[in-house]
């Protein structure tokens, strides 16, 4: 006898692989749609991070600037060459060449006209005299973006001390304190970006901003700026460099009596400090900006001269604040961990030089 094949079965066999392979085809296309939106999601989670991390590394707490530099903490360099005759050589000679001394002067300037381009309002006082104000800030700063851009730009680009010093303030003073950071501090090759955020930095008697400096192959560095009386902008170098009389390490090992001067780090201290803390002194935890070993300084803090170091305290709530001090070992007690507050110089790591006008 022969097979029989039944017609019907044949027939709905065909359907049934048919429909076999679109449930396969639609199973094939769900999974590439499902992989391609994990990969938009992947992509998407990394630009994101990226963004945040560019954002958190541009940003500035513009209220702390102002804070640290505000009209309060009318505090001047004590001029004290003693100790490193380099650091002040001569005043005058400070100022630009063809710059007029300063003037001083008590009337308000017109808010809505800048101070350096066109002459400052006036006012009269009661006897017909006729008085203008000092500067406060940088005024108008946004629309000064393309000088200041050339100004840092030209910073960062100098290849030796003679071409930084053409933009940074107080040239003839700091140009022995350059020479002598970078015959142990060569100069690194910057590749110059874009300049970033620019704020106006309120101080009596000054025209300061803080802007931001964009670099393509190095993190973005925060710099101070002055605007001369010619509308010309500088870049204050040793707050850039932290500049200090010695290195930390060497400070330490040698622990010198005579004051120096350092930028460091300061906070009420984590532990309590070795030994115990002289009475009516305030201790501090202290460090080089680079990081470097912690160690404590003690000062007075009813002596008049420290009122403006704990005025910048306070305002930085006595965590990790910048300070320009003059250090200096009291004896060899403390094995090289504790140190004397001497005196305390400038705003944040800013030394203002006499008065702009």
């Known amino acids: 006898m022969f097979a029989m094949t039944n017609p019907s079965t044949a027939d709905n066999d065909t359907p049934r692989r048919s429909r076999a ?9 769900i999974a590439t749609i499902l992989g391609c939106m994990a990969l938009v999601v992947m992509i998407a989670t990394v630009v994101r991070v990226v963004m945040v991390k560019l954002w958190e590394s541009a940003r500035v707490n513009p209220e702390y600037v102002q804070s640290v530099y505000d009209n309060d903490l009318d505090r001047r360099w ?11 050589n001569n005043p005058s000679a400070a100022r630009p060449s063809g710059s007029p001394p300063a003037t001083p002067a008590t009337a308000p300037l017109d808010a809505a006209t800048p ?4 002459a400052p309002a006036v006012s009269a006082t ?13 005024q108008n700063i946004e629309s000064k973006r393309l000088k200041i851009e050339t100004t840092v730009r030209g910073f960062f680009e100098a290849i030796d001390v ?12 700091v140009r022995p304190l350059m020479e002598n950071y970078y015959r ?13 955020w620019v704020l106006p930095v309120q101080e009596h008697g000054y025209r300061l ?3 931001q400096a964009i670099l393509a192959n190095a993190e973005p560095v925060s710099l101070i700026i002055e605007e001369m009386e010619d509308g010309t902008f500088r870049v204050d170098w040793e707050s850039s460099v932290r500049y200090g009389e010695l290195d930390w390490e060497e400070f330490i090992t040698t622990q010198p009596a005579a004051p120096k001067l350092f930028r460091v780090i300061a906070s009420k201290p984590q532990h309590t400090p070795p030994g115990e803390t002289p009475q009516d002194n305030e201790v501090l935890e202290i460090k080089p900006p680079d990081d470097g070993d912690v160690i404590y300084a003690y000062f007075d803090r009813k002596d008049p001269k420290f009122h403006p170091l704990l005025q910048q305290l306070q305002t930085g709530n006595w965590k990790d604040v910048p300070l320009t001090l003059r250090l200096c070992y009291p004896g060899p007690a403390g094995g090289g ?15 203002l030089q006499g008065t702009r006008s």
């Open 337 to 351: 961990k504790s140190v004397r507050i001497a005196d305390v110089e400038g705003k944040g790591w800013l030394i």
């Open 162 to 173: 003679d071409q930084k010093l053409a933009f940074a303030r107080d040239p003839q003073r």
């Open 184 to 196: 142990s501090h060569p100069q690194s090759r910057l590749e110059w970006k874009n300049l970033g």
């Open 126 to 138: 009661m006897s017909g005299s006729v008085m203008t104000s000092p500067p406060t800030s940088i």
């Open 78 to 88: 004590s001029g004290n060459t003693k100790e490193q005759p380099s650091l002040l």
């Open 115 to 118: 101070p350096v381009m066109v």
């Open 21 to 29: 392979r679109r449930r396969e085809a639609m199973i094939s296309a």
């Open 209 to 211: 901003g803080y802007a």
